[in-house]
């Protein structure tokens, strides 16, 4: 298991290798490449600011306000009606709205029920395989300035949902049935 | 309509606050997700910075050319709108790639820039494209190899076995992909009919 952990770390120090031994072949001049395009990427990340405290601070009024957590109260016993564990729905509700958001529910969940309850293993399946849509949009649409977004928010909380439902079914059938 | 959302998102929340009475949380939450913003931002200059240097040096070098070409047929079947051997093809499958290896911060600024390539080819630049809302489809359902992130926190937090989510993951993130694939498919033929783009 560890194997793993420090392979994935070996990828970024390899692409870089990657990238600067084709630098050498090829002669380019690396730094000044570098610093050019490294100019391009100051520049996106600060355009990126007003999209991003637009979205964040409807984001922290949605969850500070409590509205998040009442929401939440209503519809579980919609989640017991599936049996589907209730403490699963704020992790339904948070993951395409905030990443962070998301991820704490997941380590509180891990913690409170220990990582080999069912619960844990759902929200981990869950956080490991859907990311963050309302983010991604933001900060990619933002980066260009694209205002009508079309189809393509609806398209991706439809796949959120669709991804975490599988998500949960996926989860139970693997532990009920292979694992044990 | 993410202007509504928007809206929606703050109106209801205000509102409900008043009712609450948790105006003051409120209020501080407003300004610590504007500050979260410009820490967030700070740190995106970091990764940016760095992996667009980083792959600018590979596309003066030739590399992200010889990506384009190889997976081009691949990245076509997805952009049927993407021009042959197009950049923006080169920039997709490095995020994808960098999505797949769950290198999530280093994903993003190849995905930016993959945008602004398809921003290039826009016709209307207020609105999203066709190939744009198929990439940000291949985003939000990211096929995730390995998900280090929860490895690392179930590996903490003393878990007998932290990679045995991997193998119900794996499948479901490619269940989500395909599904939202089909969304994005679905969904443009529906709306291809009212507007050309």
């Known amino acids: 298991m560890i194997d793993l952990i420090s392979l994935s770390k070996l990828i970024l120090p390899l692409l870089i290798l990657t990238i600067l031994f084709a630098a050498l072949i090829t002669k380019t001049d690396a730094y000044s490449a570098f610093v050019s395009g490294g100019k391009e990427g100051l520049h996106m990340a600060a355009e990126l600011l007003p999209f991003l405290v637009g979205m964040m601070a409807a984001i922290s009024v949605l969850r500070s306000s409590g509205l998040l957590l009442w929401i939440t109260n209503l519809v579980s016993p919609l989640f017991l009606y599936f049996s589907i564990p209730a403490e699963i729905f704020p992790l339904f509700l948070t993951r395409p709205i905030s990443g962070t958001a998301a991820l704490s529910i997941t380590a509180d969940l891990t913690h409170t029920y220990g990582p080999e309850h069912m619960i844990s293993r759902l929200a981990a399946v869950i956080q490991g395989s859907t990311d963050t849509t309302l983010y991604i949009l933001t900060v990619y649409f933002g980066a260009v300035g694209i205002k009508k977004m079309g189809r393509a928010l609806m398209v991706g909380l439809l796949a959120d949902l669709t991804g975490m439902i599988l998500a949960v079914v996926i989860t139970i059938w693997y532990f009920q049935n292979v694992w044990s | ?197």
Request: net charge neutral; aromatic share 10%.
């Open chain 2, 1 to 197: 309509m993410v202007n509504l959302i928007w809206i929606f998102m703050l109106v209801s929340g205000l509102l409900f606050s008043i009712f609450n009475g948790t105006i003051d949380e409120v209020n501080k939450g407003l300004f610590d997700s504007a500050g979260q913003a410009v820490e967030l931002v700070i740190g995106f200059a970091a990764i940016f910075t760095l992996w667009l240097g980083m792959m600018e040096i590979a596309r003066r070098a030739g590399l992200l050319n010889l990506i384009t070409k190889l997976c081009f047929p691949l990245i076509q079947r997805l952009f049927p709108d993407l021009p042959k051997n197009h950049p923006a093809a080169g920039y997709i499958m490095t995020n994808v790639s960098a999505n797949f290896f769950g290198l999530g911060n280093a994903a993003t600024p190849f995905g930016v820039k993959a945008m602004k390539e398809l921003q290039v080819l826009n016709h209307q630049p207020e609105k999203a494209s066709r190939s744009m809302v198929t990439f940000l489809c291949l985003n939000t359902a990211a096929v995730t190899f390995f998900p280090a992130t929860i490895v690392s926190m179930r590996l903490s937090e003393g878990a007998a076995d932290p990679l045995d989510i991997v193998i119900p993951a794996f499948a479901a993130t490619i269940c989500s992909c395909t599904a939202a694939i089909i969304y994005d498919r679905i969904s443009w033929r529906i709306t291809s009919g009212k507007n050309h783009d």
